[in-house]
């Protein structure tokens, strides 16, 4: 089946630095990407659309310059968590969609720790 | 897209069959129903989708009222891996659309 890659899995950065987060897609092609974030004991909360080859499409109160979003290829959308601050911990995932049929496949997730 | 409505919490004996229901009165024609499942700190996984008819696959059984206002997700012999967030999504086919995730009902298969 369809599978979607993030790395990395686990990272802890000091206030004030940058985490980058990469998402594949392996075995197709994604126009578009999204992003996502969980807090504990929360659902998943949309945070931007990748779109390959154009400018992120950011959910309301995301701030663009704080979550950099590059979709540079058909595989690979990325995400800079800049000046990260502590309470920008949780737990970030990817998602595209390989075609209707098949769903939206979801990376496993990258649980920032900011400390 | 529509909202949905899901119990918060259920239980279900290891063996059993697991039902999982899900409102949603506001959907419309071109919406289909789609359940994913997140098992404690993984990304979700896709379950099931169907338009109006009832669906089956490897995992799981979609039933979807006549009406198409409701469903019911159905894990025929639930072991102690399907415990786990399931969510119940409704998207129209349109292609690339974002998924947005209500709270979901937490399963909890007991021994």
């Known amino acids: 089946g369809a599978v979607v890659s993030q790395h990395p899995s686990r990272v802890i950065c000091k206030s004030g630095t940058s985490v980058k987060i990469e998402c594949r897609s392996l075995?197709?092609?994604?126009?578009?990407m999204f992003w996502y974030r969980q807090f504990p004991k929360q659902s998943l909360m949309l945070m931007a659309t990748?779109?390959?080859?154009?400018?992120?499409?950011?959910e309301q109160g995301v701030e663009k310059d704080k979550f950099l979003i590059n979709h540079a290829s058909l595989t690979l959308s990325t995400l800079t968590v800049t000046s990260a601050h502590p309470e920008d911990s949780s737990f970030y995932i990817c998602?595209?969609?390989?075609?209707?049929?098949?769903?939206?496949?979801f990376g496993s997730g990258t649980r920032l720790t900011v400390v | 897209d529509a909202k949905t409505t899901q119990p918060p919490s259920m239980d279900c004996a290891e063996g059993r069959a697991a039902n999982l229901p899900c409102n949603h009165s506001?959907?419309?024609?071109?919406?289909?129903v789609y359940w994913y499942r997140q098992i404690h700190s993984q990304g979700p996984q896709y379950i099931i989708h169907?338009?109006?008819n009832n669906e089956t696959n490897e995992m799981a059984s979609l039933i979807i009222t006549e009406d198409r206002k409701s469903s019911t997700l159905i894990l025929p012999h639930a072991t102690l891996r399907d415990t786990a967030v399931y969510y119940c999504?409704?998207?129209?086919?349109?292609?690339?659309?974002?998924?947005?995730f209500g709270t979901g009902t937490r399963l909890t298969i007991i021994p």
């Open positions: 999504i409704v998207q129209s086919n349109f292609g690339n659309e974002k998924l947005t």
């Open positions: 990748s779109n390959e080859g154009s400018k992120a499409t950011y």
């Open positions: 506001t959907i419309s024609g071109n919406e289909y």
């Open positions: 075995d197709f092609q994604a126009t578009t």
């Open positions: 998602s595209a969609l390989r075609g209707f049929e098949a769903g939206y496949t």
């Open positions: 169907g338009l109006k």
